[in-house]
Each structure stands twice: as structure tokens, then as C-alpha cells.
């Protein structure tokens, strides 16, 4: 038998017996189970709900009764996000964001009901999922069963005895790090499977999942050697305690709250009414639909006199009406996306600059992996987003057409005065079920896994500056032993 | 015997002691920064509004005065509410950074506006800010147990046990010692608060408040680590079983009950209502406008003898309609206000439990930031549309011409109330 293989059976053995590493390991994995359980039951229900609700505003649009195509302007469309399949696993962002958006014309509003503001002050004590079961609890476990690994033998003498017999201070090392990485296939367990089940069963993306068993197994591999080579760096096993409980309180607690709060402060965001303001303010800078004399609207109404080669709107073959509409909507969702994309732009910046920080943290480069594989980060929020405003400029604007093309400009100019005009306006509600339903596209393959690139690149980078500290305590070792 | 003044002789002279204090007392100032600048931050946001809301509604009023058409300026003119953060906010910032603190809304029907969100940075979101609540809950009990967890043992360790407890007597020497570094954790957690309430012009009797629950948290985690200290046990072992009940009260037990409380208490009825409201108002267009309007005025009886309308389309109409919506899904917005609370209350019983929740749910009331707080801003604000609407019926329902002048008579949020 190697020194190594038998130094890490001994380890073993060890932890076998002792009592608090049983209820440590068991505490953990049951936690871990209980997480998994709860996060995939959880993430199933709110996708039925959200399937449901997203069925019914799909209906009841289909089912508005004969109407001006403005009115269904107006009524709208609820479009709800579906939650990825991995959110069973790591719900990241979703209960900090709204799951349901009101699309309508004109306007765009928020994404409402988000959970967080549907929760006591609980929820900022952080969610039970296997992401957080790992990221947080999953260190402090291997920090408990491993701080004394190495510094009490040496504390003991035994490893004294070790060297006399002729083993190396690297195969010390190496055969506890050996045995606490079991303690670590132990707590990351119930995390694999759960990750099988929602790749068989939930149509988990494979390579994702592989992606998030890679992360952590990465992420949880940095903490056993960071809490071998501190056991064996420290001047004592009550000193290692203190600098790897201090390390991880750095790394799972302060660091990502530091992380925001120093993220914020160096690139603020308007509130949500400045911007509407700024947007209605630009728009009336283009021009003023209000105002009968508007230049932009004079030139734009010339120009379609011109193309369709009349004098009048009175003499055009569509409802100029209907056209006005669609140009108004042109101008307006244009604004939206500047700026959208620009608040987009702000909060991508913010979360750069924030996992910059996970040169300080190992979690928060866990974190990031995890949340980008798992599509559960703020990018497959915008990819929501991005698309619900596609789908309503599509919808709004196939409206206003029908408006155009359907509608007389003196039916719906009289609409209100002229019972008749107003009854020839309500076009057939066949119009409304030919209106696709909102089909949202997940993140490709591709996608996710070069979103999880960063995270991937920083725990590479922990990982080989965990390697070198524990080469680095061997060297120390070995010459204090000899 | 030896005296408190020996006594914190004797703590500083210990390596890691002074160190300690010192880190917490950074960190507590820079959590009290932080909490500063993000409600400075806040304030200014709602001063920046007050012009720019004047000058939407100049510009509005520049052009519905021309027609004077009181529709129009009830449609076209938004009115800006807003939550100022109370003396105290930034200790705990609470949900002040998901939830909206400013918001405009208009004499249409309520429901579709006010549950209408902040745009934040979910991802930085996630983790929550650090506060002072924050250094409180969390770093202050790990403070406490680097000091506290070899009080008893590293003498036992350095063979002094006996002699120090016949010079000092059994308790009266680990009541002064235990005292001596749950007053210096309190006082480098405190100070800076006290600083920041004062520079913020928060009341005397609040500080005390806050100070006193901070005070008995910090009391409890003394006990426990002296509890634990009693038991005989090394200062590793000492350490190792103090960080796991940190763990175990401060991250797992919270988190177990947030999971318990929120599926125990669903609340579904958000979305639901938003839903039922809208196929409330919308059909209103195709309803008879008859039957629109005598159900409006069995609320609002005194428009029924106002004129009646004959055209395809009349505000009156319009706004009855809305204000209808509104009233349609009231029972599902009282039902969605109930299990809000009943979460909220729930978290208050398990903070009877466990004093991290408990603090918290303490900390976040005083400083009004809470779900509680949330709520209490949305009430304001449905009292204010209320206004908001009596304001406009009497110009719409009398067909009264609404004039420039008139703009500036519109209700105002009131600061408070």
C-alpha cells in the first residue's frame, strides 16, 4: 500500500469514529437532500403555475370578443417566464426578479411579483438549495473535519513518527487532502444526483449539468486543499480553526455582500420613474403627437401622401389613422430599447465588477458558474426581457396594421359620433387567436456554457492557487521535519 | 481581586484581542458608510423627481388647457408618490432596494400600477447589502466567539484554572471577564451606529431601542459561548462547536423556516388579480354603458344625477369603468395583503426562537423597512389615488372644463399620512 493510499484510509478511519464528523456529515448531506428535494418540487410547481397562468392570459386573449384593434392595444398581453429546468438545482436570480410582464402599447412596465418582495426579511438570510447547501455549508463541514488533519499530529507527535518511517511531508499532505476530498464526494452526493434527475427526467441540458458537477466539485476541491495546507501551515490546530472559519466567513458571507454594496456604489442606476420621464422626454423631442402642427408628424404625413400618391389622408387606401399608430410605436420602442439596453449595459458592468471580487472570493466565482449554467443568472432575465419586448412590438404592431388595413379612415374617425362607423370598426375576433402566443427560447448549449466561462476561468485560478499553497506547506513541512 | 481596569489590561495584552475589536469596529463604520451614502443615495432620487415631475405636468398642462378636456389631464398627468427612508434606515436597509420608493400613479384603475416594480440589479440583489444590521446578525456573534470561546479553557490550558479561582472566586471572575468583552464588542459595534443616528437626526428613543435589542443579541451569544465554555471541553473543540450553532442559527435554521413559512403561506393572488382586473376593465368597452355607469353610482351616488351619456364615448364612462376594475378583484387584493402578513407574521413568532430572526425582524421595524413598511407605503398611496380620483370627478362628471389653474389644485403626497 502507498504512504499516501494509507495515511488517507487512517484519516478515514479516524473520521469514521468520531462523533462529530458523523453528525457533521450527516447534518450536511440530509440538508443537502432535503434542499435538492424541496428545489425540484418547488421549481415543478412554480413552472406549472407559471404554465398555467401563461395558458390562461393566452386564452383570454384569444377570447376577447369583436373590438377596435386599438382596444386590444390596450388590453394587452401577460407573457410569464418559464423557470430553466437546473433552477430545480440553483434557483439563482428567480425569486429576485418578476415572473410576469404586462405587455401593452406604448408602454413598457416591469416584470412584477417577484418573490423577494413577496417574502418577509427572511428571504436575505439566503434560500435552502443544493447551490446554497454546497457554496456555503459545504466549506465549513470540510474546515471542521480537516483543520486538524495535519496540525494535530503534529501537535500529538505522530507525524514526527511518519517522517521517521520514511514517508515525505507531500504524501502527508497529499493522503489527508486524499481523505477529506471523500468527505467532499460525500456533501456534493445528493447535489449529483439531483443534477442527474433533472438531466433524465427534466430535460436538463447535459453539458450544463456537467458544467455546475464540475464547478463545485472545483470549488469544494479548493477548500480541501486551502484546509490541509492551513493544518499543516498553522502554528496550531486552534490557529487553523481561527484562520479557515475567518477565510470562509470572508469568502461565503462578507465578500458577497461587500461585493454589492462597493458594485453599486461605483455605477448607481436611475429609478424606474427618471427613466420613464427621460424617455417621454426624449420622444417629445422627435416629436408631438399632441400637437396638430408637429413638424416631425407634418413631414411624416407628407411623405405618406407622397408615397401613395393622394392629397389627402381622406384619399388613401389604408387608415392613416393606423399608420400613425404604427409610426408612433416605431419612435417609442426604439427609445425603450436604447435605453433598455443601456440599463442593461449598467447592471452588466455592475455584475463584471462584482465578480472581479471573486479574486477575494471563491464563492463568488462559484456563484457566477453556477447561476450562468443553471440559466437562473440576471442574462437569462434580460434574455426574458429582451424577448417579451420583441414579442410585444410584434403583437402591437400587427394590431395597429389591422387597424390600418381593416379600419376606414372615416369609420374610425367617427367611431364615437356615428353608431354604425363604431359598430364597422370591432373587427372579427379571429384576428386575435391568429396572434402567435409568446414562445420564449432559452439560453442555447453554447450560450451557457460560455456564461459560465468566467466563473469557470476564476475557480481554475483558485484551484491552482489552492494547489500551490499545498506544495508550498509541504516544503514546510518536510523541512520542519527534518 | 482584581479590578475592570486590570482586567482589560490583561484582554488587550492579548494578541489577537485588540486586533478583533478593531476589525469589527471598521467594519461596523464602513457598514454605517455604506447605509449612509445608499439613503443619501435615496434621498436624492427623491428630490431629483420633484422638478422633473413638475415639469411633465407644465408640459401636459400646456396642452390638455387648450381643449380644457378634464379626461385628458386625469389620462395624461401622472402623480409622484414616495417613501422617504425614516431616520434610522440606513442601520437596516431592508427591502428598500427591491421595492419601488418612488412611484407615480394615475386616476386610472389602481391595481395595474401599483404593483409595478423598481428596476434593480437582481444579481447584486441576491446576496443583500451590507449593513449594519448585517454586522450585527452576522459578524458580531463570530466576533464574540473568537473572544469568548477560550475564556475559560486557555487558562485551564496554561494550568492557571485553580489558583485564578481561588483568587477570584468561582463566577464573580468569568461574570467580569465575560462582561468586560461583551461590553467592548458592544461598544465597537454601537459607536459607529450612535455616530451615524446622530448625523442622521434620528431620535434619542430610537437609538436606545435599537441599541438595547442589539445589546440583548449580543447578550445571548455571550451566554451561549460561555455556556459552552462550562462544559469543560478545549478551546478547539470550544470553537469548533461555537461556529457550527452560529452556522445552525444564523444561515441553516433561517433558511429552513423561510422554505417553511413561504410554501405554508402561498400567495398566488398577486398575479391572479392583476389578471382578473384587467378582463375586468377591459370589458368594460363592451358592456352597456348603462349598466357600467348605475353600477358606479351605487358607490359613488353623488354623480347619479350628473348628465347623461349619449355618445359612443364619455369619460364619465371611462373612468367608471376603471374605478369598476379596481373593485372587481378587491377581495383577491385583501386576500393577497392577508397572506403577505401572515408571512410577515410567521417570521416575527420564529424570531421568538431564533434571535439572529428576531433581531432582524427587530431592527428592520424600527428602522421602517420591513415588508410591514411596504405595505403601510402602498396604503398611503391607495388613500392618495383615492384623492386623486375625487379630485377629477367633479370637472369630469360635471363636464366642467379643466383650466390650467387647475393643475396646480390636484392633491399632493403628503410627506406622511
Same mark, same amino acid.
Given at each position: ?5 494509507r495515511?488517507?484510509?487512517n484519516?478515514?478511519?479516524v ?5 462529530v464528523?458523523?453528525?457533521?456529515i450527516a ?19 412554480s413552472?406549472?403555475?407559471r ?7 393566452d386564452?383570454?386573449?384569444d ?9 386590444m392595444v ?9 423557470l430553466?429546468a437546473?433552477?430545480?438545482f440553483d434557483?439563482g436570480?428567480?425569486?429576485f426578479t ?13 416584470a412584477n ?7 418577509s426579511?427572511?428571504v436575505?438570510?439566503?434560500?435552502l ?6 457554496q456555503?455549508?459545504g466549506p ?8 486538524g488533519?495535519i496540525?494535530r499530529e ?5 507525524l514526527?513518527?511518519?517522517f521517521a ?7 502527508v499532505?497529499?493522503?489527508?487532502a486524499?481523505?477529506l ?6 456533501i ?7 443534477l442527474?434527475?433533472?438531466t433524465?427526467?427534466?430535460g ?8 455546475l458537477? =464540475? ?7 479548493v477548500w480541501?486543499l ?19 472559519v475567518?477565510?470562509?466567513a470572508?469568502? =461565503? ?8 454594496d462597493?458594485?453599486?456604489? =461605483?455605477a448607481p442606476? #436611475?429609478?424606474r ?5 427621460a424617455?417621454q ?8 403627437s399632441?400637437n396638430?402642427?408637429?413638424?416631425y ?12 400618391g ?18 408612433g ?8 430599447e ?14 463584471g465588477?462584482?465578480?472581479a471580487?471573486g ?5 463568488l ?5 453556477s447561476?450562468a449554467a443553471?440559466?437562473?443568472?440576471l442574462e ?5 426581457? $429582451?424577448?417579451a419586448e420583441a414579442?410585444r412590438?410584434a403583437i402591437?404592431?400587427?394590431?395597429n ?8 379612415y372615416?369609420?374610425d ?5 356615428d353608431?354604425?362607423?363604431? $359598430? ?11 396572434t402567435p ?9 453554447a450560450?451557457?456554457l460560455?456564461?459560465s466561462? #468566467?466563473?469557470l476561468?476564476?475557480?481554475g ?10 506544495w508550498a506547506?509541504s516544503?514546510r513541512?518536510e523541512?520542519?521535519?527534518? | !481581586?482584581i479590578?475592570l ?8 495584552r492579548?494578541?489577537?484581542a485588540?486586533p ?8 461596523s463604520?464602513i457598514?454605517?458608510g455604506?447605509g !449612509?451614502l445608499?439613503?443619501?443615495r ?6 431629483r423627481?420633484q422638478p ?15 381643449e380644457?378636456?378634464?379626461g385628458?389631464a386625469?389620462?395624461?398627468? +401622472?402623480?409622484?408618490?414616495w ?7 440606513f442601520?437596516?436597509?431592508g427591502?428598500r432596494?427591491?421595492?419601488?420608493y ?6 386610472l384603475a389602481l391595481e395595474?400600477q ?11 440583489a441576491?446576496p ?8 450585527? *446578525? ?8 473568537v473572544l469568548?470561546h477560550?475564556?475559560?479553557?486557555s487558562? &485551564?490550558?496554561?494550568?492557571r484554572?485553580q ?8 463566577t464573580g471572575?468569568?461574570? &467580569? &471577564?465575560?462582561?468586560?468583552?461583551l461590553?467592548l ?8 451606529l450612535?455616530?451615524g443616528?446622530g !448625523?442622521?437626526?434620528?431620535k434619542?428613543?430610537e ?5 438595547t ?5 449580543l447578550?445571548?451569544? *455571550? ?5 459552552v465554555?462550562a ?5 478547539v473543540a ?6 457550527a450553532t ?16 413561504n410554501?405554508?403561506?402561498?400567495v398566488?393572488q398577486g398575479?391572479?388579480?392583476t389578471?382578473?382586473? &384587467?378582463?375586468?376593465v377591459?370589458?368594460?368597452w363592451? @358592456?352597456?354603458? %348603462?349598466?357600467t355607469?348605475?353600477?358606479? +353610482? @351605487?358607490v359613488?351616488?353623488e ?9 359612443? +364615448?364619455?369619460w ?5 369603468f376603471?374605478?369598476?376594475? %379596481?373593485?372587481?378583484?378587491?377581495d ?8 403577505l402578513e ?15 430572526v428576531?433581531?432582524? *425582524? ?6 421602517g *423597512? %420591513? ?16 384623492r386623486l380620483r375625487r ?5 369630469? +362628471? ?7 389653474? %387647475?393643475?396646480g ?6 410627506e406622511?399620512?
Open positions: 500500500m502507498s504512504p499516501v493510499l495515511i488517507a484510509t484519516e478515514l478511519r473520521l469514521a469514529r468520531a462523533r464528523a458523523q453528525l457533521a447534518l450536511v448531506v440530509a440538508l443537502s437532500a432535503v434542499a435538492a428535494l424541496t428545489a425540484i418540487t418547488q421549481g415543478q410547481e413552472q406549472e403555475i404554465s398555467r397562468f401563461q395558458a390562461q392570459a386564452r383570454e386573449f377570447g376577447q370578443p369583436a373590438r377596435h384593434p386599438h382596444r390596450h388590453y394587452g398581453h401577460f407573457v410569464f417566464r418559464p430553466p437546473l433552477a430545480g434557483p436570480v428567480d425569486a418578476g415572473s410576469t410582464l404586462f405587455l401593452e402599447g406604448h408602454r413598457q412596465n416591469s411579483f417577484g418573490d423577494v418582495r413577496q417574502s426579511l427572511l436575505r438570510f439566503g434560500q438549495t443544493p447551490a446554497f447547501v454546497i456555503a455549508l465549513l463541514v470540510l474546515i471542521f473535519l480537516g483543520f488533519a496540525a503534529r501537535d500529538s507527535g505522530l514526527r513518527l511518519h518511517q520514511g514517508v515525505r511531508a507531500g504524501q499532505v497529499l493522503g489527508k486524499a481523505a476530498s471523500v468527505v467532499a464526494g460525500l456534493l452526493a445528493p447535489a449529483l444526483i439531483a442527474a434527475w433533472l433524465v427526467f427534466a436538463a441540458v447535459p453539458a450544463a449539468a456537467l458544467m458537477a =464540475a464547478g463545485y466539485a472545483a470549488y469544494l476541491l480541501v486551502a484546509t490541509t495546507s492551513i493544518s499543516a501551515l498553522a502554528p496550531s490546530s486552534r490557529t487553523a480553526l481561527a484562520s479557515l475567518a477565510a470562509w470572508l469568502s =461565503a458571507i462578507l465578500a458577497p455582500r461587500l461585493a454589492t462597493i458594485a453599486l456604489l =461605483a442606476q #436611475p429609478t420613474l427618471e427613466t420613464d420621464i424617455i422626454r426624449d420622444l417629445k423631442k422627435i416629436g408631438d399632441h396638430p402642427d408637429d413638424p408628424f407634418t413631414a411624416f404625413r407628407a411623405s405618406v401622401l407622397k408615397t401613395y393622394v392629397a389627402r389622408v381622406e384619399d388613401l387606401p389604408v387608415n392613416y389613422r393606423g399608420l400613425i399608430a404604427m409610426e410605436e416605431r419612435l417609442t420602442s426604439a427609445l425603450f436604447t435605453y433598455a439596453e443601456r440599463q442593461f449595459a449598467d447592471q452588466k458592468r455592475q455584475s465588477l462584482a465578480l471580487l479574486g477575494v472570493s471563491p464563492t466565482a462559484v456563484r457566477s458558474l447561476m443553471s440559466g437562473t443568472d437569462g432575465h434580460r434574455r426574458f426581457l $429582451r424577448q414579442y412590438y402591437v404592431q400587427r394590431l396594421r389591422l387597424q390600418a388595413e381593416r379600419l376606414t372615416s369609420d374617425s367617427n367611431r364615437n359620433s353608431p354604425e362607423a363604431g $359598430r364597422r370598426v370591432r373587427i372579427d375576433p379571429g384576428a386575435w387567436r391568429q402566443d409568446f414562445v420564449y427560447r432559452p439560453a442555447s448549449t450560450e451557457s460560455a456564461a466561462t #468566467p466563473g476561468l476564476l475557480l485560478a483558485w484551484l491552482a492557487l489552492a494547489g500551490g499553497l499545498a506547506a516544503r513541512l523541512r520542519a521535519g527534518s | !481581586m479590578g481596569g486590570q482586567e482589560l489590561r490583561l484582554f488587550l492579548q494578541r489577537l485588540g478583533t475589536l478593531a476589525l469589527l469596529a471598521v467594519l463604520a457598514s454605517i455604506a !449612509m445608499e439613503i443619501r435615496q434621498t436624492e432620487a427623491i428630490a423627481i422633473l415631475q413638475a415639469a411633465e405636468e407644465a408640459a401636459v398642462a400646456a396642452w390638455v388647457s387648450r380644457g378636456d378634464a385628458n386625469a389620462y395624461y398627468t +401622472f402623480h409622484a408618490t417613501d422617504r427612508p425614516s431616520a434610522l434606515a442601520a437596516a436597509l427591502q432596494d427591491v421595492a419601488p418612488v412611484l407615480r400613479v394615475r386616476a395595474s401599483i404593483h409595478e416594480g423598481e428596476s434593480y440589479n437582481a444579481e447584486l441576491l443583500g447589502r451590507f449593513d449594519w444590521a448585517f454586522v450585527l *446578525t452576522f459578524l458580531a456573534p463570530l466576533i464574540l466567539i469568548l477560550d475564556l475559560i479553557s487558562e &485551564r490550558e496554561a494550568g484554572l489558583a485564578l479561582q481561588a483568587a477570584g472566586g468561582r471572575l468569568w461574570v &467580569r &471577564r465575560a462582561g468586560l468583552r461590553g464588542v458592544f461598544v465597537a459595534v454601537a459607536a459607529p450612535a455616530l443616528a !448625523m442622521s437626526g434620528a434619542a428613543a437609538v436606545l431601542a435599537v441599541l435589542a442589539a445589546g440583548f443579541y447578550a445571548f451569544w *455571550t451566554l451561549v459561548c460561555v455556556g465554555g462544559l469543560g471541553r478545549s478551546s470550544n470553537g469548533a462547536v461555537l461556529a452560529w452556522v445552525v442559527l444564523t444561515l441553516v435554521l433561517p433558511a429552513l423556516a423561510h422554505m417553511v413559512i410554501r405554508a403561506n402561498p398566488r398575479v391572479e388579480l389578471l382578473a382586473q &384587467r378582463e375586468a377591459h370589458a368594460g363592451d @358592456k352597456p354603458k %348603462d349598466a355607469l348605475s353600477a358606479f +353610482f @351605487k359613488h351616488p354623480w347619479r344625477n350628473t348628465p347623461p351619456v349619449t355618445s359612443g +364615448f364619455h364619465k364612462w371611462y373612468y367608471a376603471q374605478h369598476l376594475g %379596481d373593485l372587481s378583484v378587491a383577491q387584493v385583501r386576500a393577497y395583503r392577508r397572506g401572515s408571512r410577515d407574521a410567521w417570521t416575527a413568532r420564529v424570531g421568538l426562537f431564533l434571535p439572529a428576531g433581531v432582524q *425582524t427587530a431592527l428592520h421595524r424600527m428602522a *423597512t %420591513d415588508l410591514a413598511a411596504q405595505l403601510a407605503y402602498q396604503d398611503r398611496i391607495r388613500a392618495f389615488h383615492e379630485f377629477y370627478y367633479p370637472y369630469i +362628471f360635471n363636464e366642467t372644463p379643466f383650466r390650467k389653474g %387647475d393643475f389644485k390636484a392633491p399632493r403626497w403628503a406622511s399620512g
